[in-house]
Nanobody, 115 residues
Framework: QVRLVESGGGSVQPGGSLTLSCAAS????????MNWYRQTPGSRRERVAS???????NYTDAVKGRFTISRDNAAQTVDLRMTNLKPQDTAVYYC?????????WGQGTQVTVSS
């Protein structure tokens, strides 16, 4: 079955950097778009970055120029490199993909940006 496992979260000071990684299994990774979402308590999940099967990235305005999404089809991983982090980036970050029948989510990884 589809499995998405995130890693790489943690605590960092404003201006710092983190790289999140998502290990995928159970599906033909290379033909699916992959996404990173984030969620704070009381808010909806927000998509922050996506990357298509053709390796085309897309970002929400709040992270453009600071976050970079990349994928490795051989390793079946998708990474999110986050730089110049701000306190408002604090959230649980989730890896996501979908097919015609379902949405698939990882368990989430906490990112905290605080001085």
């Amino acid at each position: 079955q589809v499995r998405l496992v995130e890693s790489g979260g943690g605590s960092v000071q404003p201006g710092g950097s983190l790289t999140l990684s998502c290990a995928a299994s159970g599906f033909t990774f290379k033909i699916y778009a992959m996404n990173w979402y984030r969620q704070t308590p009381g808010s909806r999940r927000e998509r922050v970055a996506s990357i298509s099967s053709l390796n085309i990235p897309n970002y929400t305005d709040a992270v453009k120029g600071r976050f970079t999404i990349s994928r490795d089809n051989a390793a079946q991983t998708v990474d999110l490199r986050m730089t110049n982090l701000k306190p408002q980036d604090t959230a649980v970050y989730y890896c996501h993909t979908e097919d015609i029948s379902a949405n698939y989510w990882g368990q989430g990884t906490q990112v905290t940006v605080s001085s």
